[in-house]
């Protein structure tokens, strides 16, 4: 990562960041190119904000496909990168009531409306009018202090720390979302999760076995065969190694798994589908491999399979998550931790897809 070639930024809506104090933050400048910069603390949060001491931020793909340049549209650089994080509050716009000055919250992944049908049902990942992504297309956490609608900051319960706080909002909700709102995962049915080492592969292991299922887990290379169990797979496959799906069929007795866990997209789709039950349901939230795969459509409707594309989670499900990492059902998995000098690090190592858990920057 490279020093910043200018201090700081103000923004049109912001006249007075000249006069107020700094803090760091790691912005996007260009595909590739990320600064440590020196940029105004935000002003005191307006009504209905609170202003957060960002403590902990997880890293996800959704940071790399930001630091490749590929946000797609609605972006202006520099933008402060991180999607997912915890902090403590330090200081609560007018009108704000449950949350107060020393509350671990964890603020929703968007920016979303909080008017429309959809966010007023507690779907906000279904906003009509997203103003963005935090750290994609706006502005997000990896920074020392950022402000936030208080209602999109999720109140941690007693005794659950920042770092555990800061995997609800991408890794545990997206899974909470996949698994209970759209496969609709029963105990004492079969799951297959890929990438069982991935961020949310193992957070996904970990909530199928407190469902009550069976979990079959895919991974990359035998050192991460022997961790995938350890939280809780009951069958492990190195998918470079064998094809998984025609294991998973021994291991099912030809039967099939009932969920698939899907966010590989190309290299794992086939192989997923011939590994599923009649009328079993397949819920993906991603796509790391590329985003074009084929489907085999005698095999969708002669089989009976349900497909459902997941996105997101809801202010629900990361207080959910939240719920079972403090009651010690689920456990946080940190693979490593980095300081802000040292983020570009932490994203070459995501990209090199060599970790197991979660990379967590440490403010």
């Not at 029963?186 to 991935?198: D, N, R």
């Amino acid at each position: 990562m490279r020093p910043a070639t200018k201090v700081g930024f103000t923004r049109p809506d912001d006249p007075d960041a000249a006069s107020r104090p700094r803090m760091r933050a790691v912005q996007v400048v260009g595909e590739r190119e990320l600064v440590l910069a020196d940029v105004p603390i935000p002003p005191d949060p307006a009504p209905g904000e609170v202003q957060i001491r960002i403590r902990s931020v997880a890293l996800n793909h959704i940071d790399v496909w930001g630091w490749r340049g590929m946000a797609f549209a609605r972006r202006t650089l520099p933008v402060v990168a991180g999607a997912e994080a915890a902090g403590e509050v330090v200081k609560v716009g007018s009108g704000v009531t449950g949350l107060q000055a020393g509350d671990i919250v964890a603020p929703y992944g968007a920016r979303t409306c909080g008017t429309c049908p959809a966010c007023a049902a507690g779907r906000d990942n279904l906003c009509d009018t997203l103003d963005g992504m935090f750290g994609f297309h706006i502005d997000g956490f990896l920074r020392e202090y950022a402000n936030v609608p208080a209602r999109l900051a999720v109140k941690a319960p007693p005794g659950l720390d920042a770092v555990s706080a800061s995997l609800t909002p991408i890794t545990f909700g997206t899974c909470e979302h996949m698994l209970f709102d759209n496969a609709k995962l029963a105990a004492g049915e079969t799951v297959l999760v890929q990438a069982g080492g991935s961020g949310i592969g193992s957070a996904a292991i970990q909530l199928c076995k407190a469902a009550g299922a069976t979990v079959i887990a895919t991974v990359g290379s035998d050192d991460k065969v022997e961790k995938a169990k350890a939280l809780g797979a009951d069958h492990v496959i190195n998918y470079t190694k064998e094809r998984f799906e025609g294991r998973v069929r021994k291991l099912t007795g030809r039967r099939g798994v009932d969920v698939v866990f899907e966010h590989v997209g190309p290299a794992t789709w086939a192989g997923s589908l011939l590994s599923m039950a009649r009328g079993a349901r397949l819920v993906t939230c991603g796509s790391t491999t590329g985003i074009t795969a084929d489907t085999n459509l005698n095999l969708l409707y002669q089989q009976q399979l349900k497909l459902f594309g997941s996105f997101g989670c809801s202010l629900r499900n990361m207080a959910d998550a939240m719920a079972k990492l403090a009651a010690g059902t689920v456990k946080p998995v940190i693979d490593t931790r980095v300081t802000l000098d040292d983020i570009a690090t932490g994203l070459k190592r995501l990209e090199s897809r060599e970790v197991f858990g979660k990379i967590i920057v440490e403010l």
